[in-house]
């Protein structure tokens, strides 16, 4: 067992939602949540949510700004352009999770100009997954080990209004997989 060689960046926690009316449609929900242990920025929690329940816009929820703005300026941004954008403003939020990884997960979101909750279930079979930085799509800058949980059972909830659609099936790398999932244990890495 040898020691990876590159720079870990941040450690913590990545599940995503990724909603659609129709397989392979158009996605009315992108939500990306982070809960950081680690990061140059400290921990803290951030949650990028676009949907027809923020009328499309780009909003930001989180307990760090300083690192809600590095993930902008580092992987989220390298992730979805569109949030490398740090004029996009960020809402102060509380976070509480519940649940547990064997039934079902859920994030709360609690901030003067509303309530979030996401929740995963229908969960599949947890994948490890390891990339090297300079490799993936785009060869991305950043390596990424973690382990992910397709979830077929998705809910995101904004002020009581669900957002509509739907998690999808998918497979990666020969393995049952979701357009949404739990990511646990995730490592963001760079070359030294």
Request: hydrophobic letters at 35%.
């Amino acid at each position: 067992m040898s020691a990876d060689p590159n720079r870990v960046l941040c450690c913590g926690e990545n599940p995503f939602i990724r909603l659609s009316e129709t397989d392979g449609g158009p996605e009315t929900t992108i939500a990306s949540f982070w809960r950081n242990v680690l990061s140059p920025a400290g921990p803290g929690h951030v949650l990028f949510l676009q949907s027809a329940l923020t009328e499309g816009q780009w909003r930001i929820w989180s307990d760090n700004i300083a690192m809600t703005r590095w993930l902008q300026n580092t992987i989220q941004g390298v992730l979805n352009p569109e949030l490398a954008d740090t004029s996009i403003p960020v809402e102060d939020a509380v976070f509480e999770k519940e649940g547990d990884p064997d039934r079902f997960y859920s994030e709360h979101v609690i901030s003067e100009t509303g309530n979030i909750s996401l929740t995963w279930h229908d969960l599949g079979d947890p994948l490890m997954i390891h990339t090297q930085p300079g490799t993936g799509p785009g060869e991305r800058p950043y390596g990424v080990n973690t382990v992910l949980i397709p979830t077929m059972g998705t809910r995101l909830v904004m002020d009581g209004m669900q957002a509509s659609g739907n998690s999808w099936a998918r497979e990666r790398d020969g393995r049952p997989f979701s357009t949404s999932a739990l990511a646990f244990c995730e490592s963001w890495t760079e070359k030294r």
